[in-house]
């Protein structure tokens, strides 16, 4: 079984910083691309920032410049530094990777359960 765990929301003020973390542990035989996603109240689930398992990056385009996504191989972690948040921010994240358990299976897409943020004074 594999599980990824996320940690670090919380409430910030306009214009303060959070970090999320989200670990993937399990049966792992490699992790390929990893990503962070949001849904806020009656929205869909968009995706947020991704990382490949080289280190190639990208962002929605509202975020660029204010959140940095990075991993951390050796811990099968990513994480996602969010700077300058706005209340436009607020919303469930959720982390995503794609994940490959042993050579004889296909890959997966795996989901944390999700992290509030909520950016309000």
């Known amino acids: 079984q594999v599980q990824l765990v996320e940690s670090g929301g919380g409430l910030v003020q306009p214009g303060g910083s959070l970090r999320l973390s989200c670990a993937a542990s399990?049966?792992?035989?490699?992790?390929?691309?990893m990503g962070w996603y949001r849904q806020a109240p009656g929205n869909q689930r968009d995706l947020v920032a991704g990382?490949?398992?080289?280190?190639?990056?990208s962002y929605t385009e509202s975020v660029k410049g204010r959140f940095t996504i990075s991993r951390d191989n050796a811990k099968n972690t990513v994480y996602l530094q969010m700077n300058s948040l706005k209340p436009e921010d607020t919303a469930v994240y959720y982390c995503?990777?794609?994940?490959?358990?042993?050579?004889?299976?296909?890959?997966?897409?795996?989901w944390g359960q999700g992290t509030q943020v909520t950016v309000s004074s």
């Open positions: 995503s990777a794609v994940i490959v358990r042993s050579v004889e299976v296909d890959s997966v897409r795996y």
């Open positions: 399990g049966s792992i035989f490699r992790i390929y691309a």
């Open positions: 990382i490949t398992l080289g280190g190639s990056v």
